[in-house]
């Protein structure tokens, strides 16, 4: 049972969110009652198809495409994408954070109104907060410009995510949850937020797995992103995202994946500093938290050993030695020597204790 802990502070943006199946024919709508009429439309290559179709719907509201967005928002592709820009009067984002990362971008530019189709469950539709790259460096900047005003999660879109990215990214959206628990600026709304995410991926995940094409399922883990991407915006996350981004940014690592692998350590390693407010991810996840967190994803076929994704041992004590500088606030004290025995345990891929 948690008690409630009086006294916070919460600061919310405002932004118009609808989700339902279909619901990215209100595009238009969406448009006219925000009074624009010139949408380019952005997507990865990969999605480029998924753009087409959106461009063509839009008819005379369309501006145009690009469709080069591209992980970590390099400025190159910003800068090219500033250009195809011109003469626009607000951004359509289809995708999943590296596309919302290109739209948010261009917004820091030219403060362009944002509309954006998640098709991940990485959550940076919900937040004010900016990864870009410059001369392969990484700068994080947080800026009221760069949060999209308004956000369809339209469950048939995210349907066609593959199963395996399905279930790395819906993991990658629990960590934020996670971490918001023992967050040191945690208040009762992330605390809700937090768990109404996990219980929305615990409940749907496994469902969408067994039926990729469920769309009620898919928007139960929608509503889930969305939970745990606006709890990513209120509090400051610890150990396990400051290991994601040194293990990404310097042996690049996929992003996702990271993230479903490192979960269960992290949390693991954190569970005796942090008895009370992981409490609830023991009972959800039976039992242990990061026992039950790595039950969970093998259930789900998760990747599970960080040596899967190409990392080599004789990275693990470079990888241990970034995640100890200039460490964000943890729950319970950053220890070298803990913190390359939890590499370890994630490189082999074992079951943590
Ligand atoms: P992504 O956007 O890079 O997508 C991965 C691949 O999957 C891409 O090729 C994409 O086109 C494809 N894809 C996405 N949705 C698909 C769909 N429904 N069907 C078919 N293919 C699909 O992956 P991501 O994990 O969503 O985003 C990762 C990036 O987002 C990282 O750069 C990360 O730093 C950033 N991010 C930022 C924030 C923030 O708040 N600023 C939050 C989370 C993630």
């Given at each position: 049972?948690?008690?409630f802990h009086?006294g916070f502070?919460?600061?919310?943006l405002?932004v118009?969110v609808r ?10 709508a969406e448009?006219t009652a925000l009074?624009?009429s010139?949408a380019?439309?952005?997507?990865t290559p990969n999605q480029?198809a998924q753009g ?5 719907a839009?008819?005379?509201?369309a ?9 970590h928002?390099?400025?190159e592709?910003t ?7 011109c ?8 995708g ?9 971008a261009?917004?820091l530019?030219?403060d362009?109104p ?9 959550g940076?539709?919900?937040?004010p907060?900016?990864g870009?790259?410059?001369n392969g460096?990484k ?5 009221p410009?760069?949060?999209?005003e308004v ?6 879109l ?5 199963i395996g990215?399905t ?5 990658n959206?629990m960590a ?5 628990l023992?967050?040191?600026d945690?208040?009762?709304l ?7 995410g996990l219980?929305?991926?615990k409940e749907?995940?496994p469902?969408v797995?067994?039926d990729p094409?469920?769309?009620?399922a898919r928007?139960a883990?929608q509503?889930g992103?969305?939970?745990c991407?606006?709890v ?9 995202h400051k ?5 990404g ?9 990271t ?6 350590h992290?949390?693991?390693?954190n569970a005796e500093?942090?008895v009370?407010?992981l409490?609830?991810v ?6 242990s938290?990061?026992?039950?967190l790595?039950d ?5 076929g ?7 994704l190409g990392l ?6 470079r990888?241990?030695?970034l995640?100890v500088?200039?460490p964000y606030?943890n729950p319970r004290p950053?220890?070298?020597?803990a913190i ?7 490189w082999?891929?074992a079951?943590?204790?």
């Amino acid at each position: 049972m948690r008690t409630f802990h009086a006294g916070f502070e919460a600061d919310h943006l405002p932004v118009r969110v609808r989700l339902g199946a279909g619901i990215r024919h209100e595009i238009g709508a969406e448009m006219t009652a925000l009074g624009l009429s010139h949408a380019l439309v952005l997507t990865t290559p990969n999605q480029a198809a998924q753009g087409e179709e959106l461009l063509a719907a839009l008819g005379p509201l369309a501006h145009g495409q690009f469709s080069k967005a591209a992980m970590h928002t390099p400025i190159e592709i910003t800068e090219a994408a500033l250009a195809a820009a011109c003469g626009a009067d607000c951004l359509v984002a289809i995708g999943g954070g590296s596309t919302i990362g290109l739209a948010k971008a261009i917004a820091l530019n030219t403060d362009l109104p944002q509309i954006v189709l998640p098709t991940t469950y990485a959550g940076s539709e919900a937040t004010p907060v900016l990864g870009q790259t410059a001369n392969g460096a990484k700068e994080t900047l947080r800026s009221p410009k760069v949060q999209p005003e308004v956000i369809l999660y339209d469950p048939e879109l995210v349907a066609t995510l593959p199963i395996g990215l399905t279930v790395t990214s819906g993991l990658n959206a629990m960590a934020h949850a996670v971490e918001a628990l023992y967050a040191r600026d945690r208040n009762p709304l992330s605390d809700e937020l937090a768990l109404g995410g996990l219980r929305a991926f615990k409940e749907g995940l496994p469902r969408v797995v067994a039926d990729p094409g469920d769309l009620p399922a898919r928007e139960a883990t929608q509503f889930g992103a969305w939970l745990c991407g606006t709890v990513l915006a209120q509090v400051g996350m610890a150990l396990h995202h400051k290991l994601c981004h040194a293990l990404g940014g310097s042996f690049a690592l996929p992003h996702a994946e990271t993230h479903a692998i490192l979960l269960p350590h992290s949390a693991a390693y954190n569970a005796e500093a942090a008895v009370g407010p992981l409490a609830p991810v023991a009972e959800l996840f039976g039992g242990s938290v990061g026992g039950g967190l790595y039950d969970f994803s093998v259930a789900l076929g998760a990747p599970v050993a960080l040596r899967d994704l190409g990392l080599a041992e004789g990275d693990l004590d470079r990888a241990a030695d970034l995640a100890v500088s200039n460490p964000y606030w943890n729950p319970r004290p950053i220890e070298r020597d803990a913190i390359r025995a939890l590499l370890q345990h994630a490189w082999e891929g074992a079951r943590p204790q």
